[in-house]
């Protein structure tokens, strides 16, 4: 009896020891871990000199710090080939992860409404065989995933204005790596034995863990901060506006105090919030519209954010974004960017005679705000050096004249003639400053 009970906590601290050791949980962090080391592995490319992280820096909101530093000159990432540039800004690789799969369906007048993928142009879809989804390495085609982040942390590798490399030639380089032993920790096998698409096709999917850990995705912000201060107040954030006074009230229209909003900041995040018909004039409970498509809140999506806010529904729209002529200078002429009709014609297989693909044209993914003054410049080709410059865009559409609307029929039913006045323009970009994680 004795010598049994004293066998009991030994035994059962062995049994949670071997479970702990086996658990998922840890399984995760492992997989979270080997990601981590290929995110930053800069002898994952050509030249041996760009890892992800070269162009997508914690340091700059995980896009571009050299986009950001110098936001007119160099809105376009460098390949690890030098002077081989992409027509595309850098986004945050941050937050990303709570993109679902691509959706299209029928919006029931005449076109079609589309949610989730990766890249501007969702083309990184989640769905089955892509050019990201499955690839053919020695052989034998890896994945698909169906996870569209893990689909798009295969593509950059191969890409050869980026990292510039064979799927073969990647898989050498990280059976050579220093961390190569992660993998029998996080997948359960030798990676020098493993099949090289299956070894491809996890790269992908450790990558995506780590994009999905906490170490990318803070939600530690000043607007975070907020959040949690007003849910004790029982205030909800996205119901937060003027009233005819000018005071800052919640869908209660009770008054909204704040310890860690400066009163700039509060009535910023109003105007963001508030609605607006574009007519040109401000009316009264009006704003800048801009929850319309980047909600200042929680939305009900099919991935997991917890009830945290994302500020962007996954959606697809042309605000009439002229073309960059610095891109064409530092890539070389670029055509059209068709946007998201690319993916819808390509990779989901609508004619180009359907009047509903044809809908999609010039449309690009609303970004997550969150960052956002980490990430300049802004927008798909980084037209705008500023966030004042954007806000102003929405506001006048002022550079319209400097080339019009890239492609396509731009949405002037939503944003270009607000009637915000510069005072009201500068709030919103001050309320934008509070999406820095800290
Ligand atoms: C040379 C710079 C460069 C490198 C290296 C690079 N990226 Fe990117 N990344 C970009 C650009 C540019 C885009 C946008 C391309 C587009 O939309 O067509 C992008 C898009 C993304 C997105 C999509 C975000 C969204 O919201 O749609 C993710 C995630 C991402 N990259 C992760 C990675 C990972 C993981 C790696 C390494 C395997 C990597 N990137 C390497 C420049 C780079
Ligand atoms: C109709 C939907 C819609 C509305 C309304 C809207 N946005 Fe956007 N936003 C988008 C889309 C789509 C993009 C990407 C467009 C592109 O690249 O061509 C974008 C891009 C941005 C960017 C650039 C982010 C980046 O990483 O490059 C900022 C900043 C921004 N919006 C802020 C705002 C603000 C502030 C408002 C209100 C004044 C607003 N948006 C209203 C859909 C919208």
Redesign the pocket.
């Known amino acids: 009896m004795r010598s049994r009970l004293s066998w009991m906590p030994l035994l059962a601290a062995l049994l949670i020891g071997v479970t702990a050791f086996c658990s998922p949980a840890m399984a995760n962090t492992a997989i979270v871990k080997l990601g981590e080391a290929l995110f930053e592995d800069t002898t994952l490319s050509l030249n041996g000199n760009q890892s992800c992280m070269t162009c997508h820096h914690p340091l700059a909101g995980f ?1 571009d710090p050299s986009n950001h530093i110098d936001p007119l000159g160099s809105p376009v990432s460098d390949g690890s080939d030098p002077g081989l540039f992409g027509g595309r ?1 850098a ?2 690789a941050a937050y990303a992860a709570f993109s679902p799969a691509l959706n299209c369906e029928d919006d029931g007048e005449g076109g079609l409404f589309c949610t989730g993928g990766m890249f ?1 142009d969702g083309r990184a879809t989640g769905l089955a065989d892509t050019d990201t989804g499955g690839i053919m390495v020695a052989g034998e085609v890896t994945g698909p995933t169906f996870d569209p982040l893990a689909d798009q942390a295969k593509g950059p590798f191969q890409n050869p204005i980026e990292m510039a490399l064979t799927p073969e030639e990647l898989v050498d380089r990280v059976r050579a790596a220093d961390y190569a032993w992660r993998f029998k920790r996080a997948f359960g096998y030798s990676v020098h034995r493993a099949p090289a698409h299956v070894v491809y096709n996890d790269i992908g999917i450790a990558i995506a863990a780590f994009e999905r850990s906490r170490k990318v995705n803070r939600f530690s912000s000043k607007f975070d901060r907020f959040v949690a201060e007003q849910k004790k107040r029982r205030v909800d954030v996205a119901t937060i506006a003027l009233d005819d006074a000018g005071v800052v009230v919640d869908g209660r229209m009770r008054r909204v105090r704040s310890r860690v909003f400066s009163r700039e900041e509060l009535e910023g995040l109003a105007l ?1 919030n508030m609605p607006n018909d574009n007519d040109g004039i401000l009316d009264a409970g009006e704003g ?3 929850a ?3 909600p200042s809140g929680p939305i009900s999506d099919p991935t997991d954010s917890k009830g945290k806010t994302l500020f962007t529904d996954f959606s ?4 009439g ?1 002229p073309a960059n002529p610095v891109v064409d200078d530092l890539a070389g002429p670029q055509p059209a960017d068709m ?1 998201l009709y690319a993916t819808v014609t390509g990779l989901l297989g609508y004619s180009s005679d359907d009047e509903r693909a044809a809908g999609t044209k010039g ?5 997550t ?1 969150r960052n ?1 003054a980490k ?1 300049a ?5 980084g037209f ?1 050096p500023t ?1 004042f410059s ?2 102003q865009f ?2 006048t559409r002022m550079m319209a004249p400097l080339g019009g609307p890239e492609v396509g029929e731009p ?1 002037i039913e ?2 270009g003639d ?1 009637g915000l006045s510069r005072d009201q323009e500068e709030k ?1 970009v001050l309320f ?1 400053e509070t999406l820095t994680d800290l």
């Not at 410049?377 to 080709?381: D, F, G, Q």
Request: with cysteine; aromatic share 16%; charged share 5%.
């Open positions: 896009a800004n986004p945050s501007w963001f800048g519209n801009c319309a498509c980047h697809y729209d042309n605000l974004v946007g449309l690009f993914k609303v970004p705000l956002v990430t410049p802004y927008a798909h080709n705008f966030l954007i806000v929405y506001n949405n939503e944003l607000l919103i934008m």
